[in-house]
């Protein structure tokens, strides 16, 4: 099968055909022909317990070959071949973490990235709304109104343009609303760092700002220089190109009148 | 204690200049810095050939008022600071000049 987040598509082989079908319902929308995927994951299931040493996540660049690597999780991924293979137990929780994993690091050769933040897309533009965990994600996705189309309440993908702009693609990479964002995609308008106030308010975010609010939200794990700087510079150009603005928001759906 | 230190960039780093402010990360830890202009100014004088008091004489008194014992002061905090993250290198010598 393959899982096209992005409209980038990552082949996943096994001989697991429950685990097989248990990914086809959870990734539902985002699967796609496994012929034509560039990426491929040949999953090992394990036995519970634990498959890594590392507690947290750690993702290393050696000669080439990728390991990515937590408590329930080992991966090896070669970044010539962009074969690889994860050892892990028979829980959605791992390959999710990988992918999200294999994205960043995908995204950040390009110029993109994935940040903690929901997006919606409403009349034919996307809109970003970042903030760390209780900041109004949930909440703003949840206050959406029905002519918007939620790209995902939690995590979002954010790829360059040929010309220079940036587009936001839905992801299954779900929150609290546990809800999986529309495989759609549409160019970014703003991008809005959210805070939950007593009025709803929408004001310019300088670019000092705006670059280390969206550079403390983005989602990176490699410990791997050349990416580092690929980041670094993926959000500066971002924040150059797109307008940002702090939105302070009551939690009812009247914010939404602003957000247009 | 009248050495006088050395500072060169470290090439392990992403940094941009923003206005007048400079944005640094490291590329060891992702950690975050933001640079106000003094520090911005002391920043892009170390080049590892020039002394931290010269930097600062030059480029942090010339274009602020402060006075030099107590630009120097901070500025050798800044830097010690800067170092703990590598992405500063602090020595009592030049640094070789690079290729």
């Avoid at chain 1, 248990?22 to 985002?30: D, P, S």
């Avoid at chain 1, 947290?56 to 990728?66: K, P």
């Avoid at chain 1, 965990?133 to 954010?158: F, Q």
């Avoid at chain 2, 931290?52 to 901070?74: K, N, P, W």
């Amino acid at each position: 099968m393959g899982i096209a987040i992005g409209g980038i598509p990552i082949r996943i082989r096994m001989d697991n055909a429950d685990f097989l079908r248990m990914l086809q319902e959870r990734y539902a929308g985002f699967v796609t022909a496994a012929a034509g995927a560039e990426f491929e994951f040949e999953i090992d299931l394990a036995a519970p317990g634990l498959i890594s040493a590392e507690e947290d996540v750690r993702v290393r660049l050696h000669d080439g070959q990728w390991s990515l690597d937590r408590g329930d999780f080992h991966a090896e991924w070669n970044a010539a071949s962009a074969r690889g293979r994860i050892r892990q137990t028979a829980n959605p929780y791992s390959i999710d973490a990988v992918l999200r994993i294999v994205h960043t690091i995908l995204l950040a050769k390009e110029g993109g990235f994935l940040v903690h933040a929901a997006s919606a897309v409403r009349n034919g533009r996307a809109f970003i709304f970042s903030g760390v965990s209780g900041a109004g994600k949930t909440t703003i996705s949840r206050l959406a109104p029905p002519d918007a189309t939620l790209l995902t309440d939690e995590i979002s993908y954010v790829r360059k343009q040929a010309d220079g702009g940036y587009c936001a693609f839905g992801t299954p990479f779900t929150g609290e609303l546990a809800k999986l964002g529309e495989n759609i995609q549409a160019p970014i308008d703003s991008l809005y760092l959210l805070k939950q106030g007593s009025e709803n308010r929408i004001k310019p975010v300088d670019t000092v700002e705006a670059t280390r609010a969206l550079l403390s939200n983005i989602l990176f794990f490699a410990e791997d220089a050349a990416l580092v700087r690929q980041v670094f510079d993926a959000a500066c150009e971002f924040v150059a190109r797109v307008p940002v603005y702090r939105l302070t928001f009551l939690p009812d759906t009247r914010v939404w009148a602003l957000i247009v | 204690m009248n050495r006088k230190q050395y500072v060169a960039r470290s090439s392990e780093i992403a940094a941009r200049r923003l206005g007048d402010e400079t944005m640094i990360m490291s590329a060891h830890d992702s950690t975050l810095f933001t640079l106000n202009p003094v520090a911005t100014a002391i920043w892009e004088g170390a080049d590892g050939a020039t002394a931290l008091e010269d930097i600062v004489r030059t480029r942090v008194c010339a274009s602020f008022e402060v006075e030099l014992g107590i630009a120097l002061r901070d500025a050798q905090r800044l830097a010690e600071r800067l170092a703990e993250h590598g992405i500063l290198l602090l020595a009592d010598a030049p640094f070789p000049a690079s290729n």
